[in-house]
């Protein structure tokens, strides 16, 4: 008797052991779902982006529209901010008088870029949200402008011409994010 029981207490424990070590039984990894989410990201020009950056944070999960405005916002801010140090580093390393100038046009324009995406905030906050949109269509023009200094050779860096289109899907999104928002238009 003493056999059975050690060896049903050895298959407990081997069972709970496999069962606490088994990848396939640990948490999968967190994705933020959001009815809302799946209604903004097909809307904007580029929905995959969309996706990536609304569902990158699983508080996502709960938030309501102006929660995603505001969220939105903060990452548009963040990819204008790492540019602008993208461009400031190019600046820098630039020889030619004319591409010199090319660079601090986009430094500028993402200064301004940054700036109205920081008045949008505000006026998500407020709920002026036509100003709202005023302000990230600013921002997502500020990118586009930044492309516009470089028509004629030599042409715009990759990495800027990337980081140019970013922005612009990042405003993108705040645009469809205001254009649900109650009272806009």
Do not use: E, K, M, T
């Given at each position: 008797m003493a056999f059975s029981y050690c060896s049903s207490?050895?298959?407990?424990?081997?069972?709970?052991?496999?069962?606490f070590i088994n990848p396939s039984s640990q948490r999968?990894?967190?994705k933020a779902e959001n009815h809302l989410i799946s209604e903004i990201c097909p809307k904007t020009r580029n929905p995959s982006l969309c996706l990536q950056a609304l569902e990158s944070?699983?508080?996502s999960a709960s938030k309501d529209l102006k929660g995603l405005g505001q969220f939105s916002i903060d990452i548009a801010q963040a990819s204008a901010k790492q540019t602008s140090k993208i461009i400031s580093s190019l600046t820098n390393q630039a020889t030619d008088p004319k591409l010199k100038g090319r660079y601090e046009t986009c430094s500028e324009n993402y200064a301004d870029a940054i700036d109205s995406l920081g008045q949008a905030k505000q006026f998500l906050t407020s709920g002026d949200y036509n100003s709202l949109n005023i302000y990230a269509s600013a921002a997502f023009d500020g990118a586009g402008t930044c492309e516009d200094s470089f028509e004629g050779p030599p042409n715009i860096p990759t990495q800027l011409h990337?980081?140019?289109l970013k922005l612009e899907d990042l405003c993108d999104i705040i645009l469809?994010?205001?254009?649900?928002?109650?009272?806009s238009k």
């Open positions: 207490s050895l298959f407990f424990s081997l069972l709970l052991v496999i069962l999968p990894s967190v944070d699983p508080r990337q980081a140019d469809v994010i205001s254009n649900l928002l109650p009272g």
